[in-house]
């Protein structure tokens, strides 16, 4: 989201995702009539604290020369669906912020507060439409800010994992058709439903990555944790084609994981849709960085590149 932002520098996004261990860089550039392509992907173990990493890593890379996002952790944020307010446009962020004194459990000027639009089906009579309001309080914005301040790195956007997911979506979907995309993080999967570069639904299942891929687990265990993948995808479908009947979705698309485990065989005959798993390199030019080839690679990166395909026409 475009909580703040500074002057342009250099073409694309450089996303900076920040782990207990270690810093992802991405970098991508867009261009008209070609695929984005990823100049920078590369990790770098945290030494000392993310500041002085951060430090550390713009003057190695110059990281001034480029238009920087990051990401907020899922903990740190909410979303809420409200009624579109029946304001003008350039009314509506200010009006939604009132609205969402009621849903919050912290008072409103400690509130940072944007919105995003829920597409309407153009077929239907003009009425109502819906909003999502991403809320986050000041101090876990004045914190990240602070963090890339103190490294002298300028930040001119914050963004959430819902919206680098929708991205990375956006590149899949056939023409006048949508698709569920589903991601599995270090503590949670999501999944996401969008069409035409649109975000209609985000929700996330309480199922790590390391909970179907560790080689560790048992297989009751990985084969518990399927069964509890599938419930939950096929009630998130039944409701998304319920409430957004809409907007067709042609199928679900299984993120990179860090190594082959059965999801896919699994879901593939219990699901209402086609299952497929993707690889960037179909959507995405990476001539230059041979390593992200891999699945696990593209596994690690996921958000941050996600987050990089952030551009001024779809940003929100």
């Known amino acids: 989201?475009?909580?703040?932002?500074?002057g342009r520098k250099r073409s694309g996004w450089l996303a900076l995702g920040l782990h207990p261990d270690h810093v992802d860089l991405v970098h991508v550039k867009r261009t008209v009539n070609h695929k984005p392509e990823i100049t920078?992907?590369?990790?770098?173990?945290r030494e000392?604290?993310?500041?002085?990493?951060?430090?550390?890593?713009?003057?190695?890379?110059?990281?001034?020369?480029?238009?920087?996002?990051?990401l907020l952790k899922s903990q740190d944020y909410q979303?809420?669906?409200?009624?579109?307010?029946?304001?003008?446009?350039a009314e509506l962020k200010t009006a939604v912020r009132w609205r969402v004194k009621d849903v919050i459990d912290y008072p409103l000027d400690a509130a940072t507060v944007d919105v995003l639009?829920?597409?309407?089906?153009?077929?239907?009579?003009?009425?109502?439409?819906?909003?999502?309001?991403?809320?986050?309080?000041n101090t876990v914005i004045e914190a990240c800010v602070n963090l890339f301040n103190d490294a002298a790195v300028p930040l001119d956007a914050i963004d959430i994992p819902d919206l680098a997911q929708r991205n990375i979506a956006?590149?899949?979907?056939?023409?006048?058709?949508g698709v569920a995309m589903l991601a599995f993080?270090?503590?949670?999967?999501?999944?996401t439903f969008t069409r035409g570069g649109e975000l209609y639904l985000a929700r996330r299942i309480e199922v790590s990555v390391s909970q179907?891929?560790?080689?560790?687990?048992?297989?009751?265990?990985r084969n518990q944790a399927f069964e509890r993948i599938a419930l939950e995808l096929q009630r998130s479908l039944d409701n998304f084609d319920r409430n957004y009947h809409y907007v067709p979705i042609s199928k679900l698309l299984l993120a990179p994981l860090p190594q082959e485990c059965g999801l896919l065989e699994y879901l593939a005959p219990n699901l209402s849709v086609p299952v497929e798993s993707i690889d960037l390199s179909s959507v995405l030019d990476f001539p230059a960085i041979p390593d992200l080839k891999h699945p696990a690679r593209q596994s690690q990166c996921f958000e941050a590149i996600g987050a990089a395909l952030r551009d001024n026409a779809a940003a929100t």
């Open 212 to 221: 179907i891929t560790d080689t560790d687990t048992d297989a009751a265990q």
């Open 170 to 177: 956006a590149l899949f979907e056939p023409e006048d058709r």
């Open 117 to 137: 639009d829920i597409p309407v089906d153009g077929n239907a009579p003009a009425r109502n439409h819906s909003v999502y309001a991403i809320t986050a309080r």
């Open 185 to 191: 993080f270090e503590k949670e999967g999501m999944l």
């Open 48 to 70: 000392g604290s993310y500041a002085e990493t951060l430090t550390r890593l713009r003057k190695e890379l110059r990281l001034d020369q480029y238009r920087c996002t990051t």
């Open 1 to 6: 989201m475009a909580w703040f932002s500074q």
């Open 79 to 89: 979303v809420h669906q409200l009624d579109a307010p029946n304001v003008p446009a």
């Open 40 to 45: 920078l992907c590369e990790s770098y173990r």
